[in-house]
């Protein structure tokens, strides 16, 4: 059986166990933080999750693990079938993780952690999601999806990511994206309301 090794609170982590649900693929949790031990990092060579096992070996970075489980060709797909139409979904996602989730990333340790970031920091990390929401206003479609009127692998980036810069900008920036990026809490609400999300928010306030 699949093992995925992580723990409910990351966002990467959540993002493959949603694909997994909604495939109806048989998985195992196995839970586990980051680490440098020599035992993990023999899974996962940079010590990250998630990570999957599988029965010919492990695979490590959530795009190829989502991949990997699509290209299995169990439970439904959520890629277009049409060449174009899935590099779009494969450019949306791209852009949700450099331009979206990577920006906000660097405002974790202020908002989550108890490290306070500069104003400088802050102020860089503004300009940049900026650019990363305005590029996405131009890719997006929110009909009601993220790429049109289907469900895809970019709306579980989207949920896992995007929901978490909302509150990264509002805690650091006092920044409302919800009142300059139109569609986006709509998406978010649709998205919660499914089975799969339902089943990862339990976790998440389940202790550990």
């Known amino acids: 059986m699949i093992k995925l090794y992580g723990f409910p609170i990351s966002n990467y982590y959540n993002m493959v166990k949603m694909t997994l649900l909604e495939k109806g693929m048989a998985f195992e949790e196995v839970m586990v933080r980051p680490s440098q031990e020599s035992e993990y990092l023999s899974c996962s060579p940079m010590g990250k999750v998630p990570c999957l096992e599988t029965d010919q070996g ?41 331009y979206i989730e990577l920006p906000a990333r660097r405002l974790y340790g202020d908002v989550f952690f ?4 500069s104003d400088t920091e802050k102020q860089s990390v503004r300009k940049e999601l ?27 980036y989207f949920l896992f990511s995007v ?3 909302t509150r990264v900008t509002k ?3 006092d920044w409302d994206v919800f009142s300059t990026e139109p ?26």
């Open 114 to 117: 108890g490290k306070p970031a």
């Open 183 to 208: 569609g986006i809490r709509e998406l978010l609400v649709l998205l919660e309301q499914r089975d799969s999300v339902v089943a990862i928010r339990e976790a998440q306030n389940a202790p550990m």
């Open 58 to 98: 492990f695979l490590t970075e959530t795009e190829v693990i989502i991949n990997y489980l699509h290209d299995l060709g169990q439970g439904p797909s959520f890629y277009p079938d049409d060449p174009f139409e899935k590099a779009k979904i494969r450019e949306l996602i791209r852009y949700l993780e450099l």
């Open 171 to 173: 805690k650091a920036l």
């Open 130 to 156: 900026e650019k990363g929401f305005a590029a996405l206003r131009r890719l997006a479609d929110y009909s009601p999806y993220i790429g049109g009127d289907t469900m895809t692998y970019a709306d579980f």
């Open 163 to 165: 929901g978490l810069v």
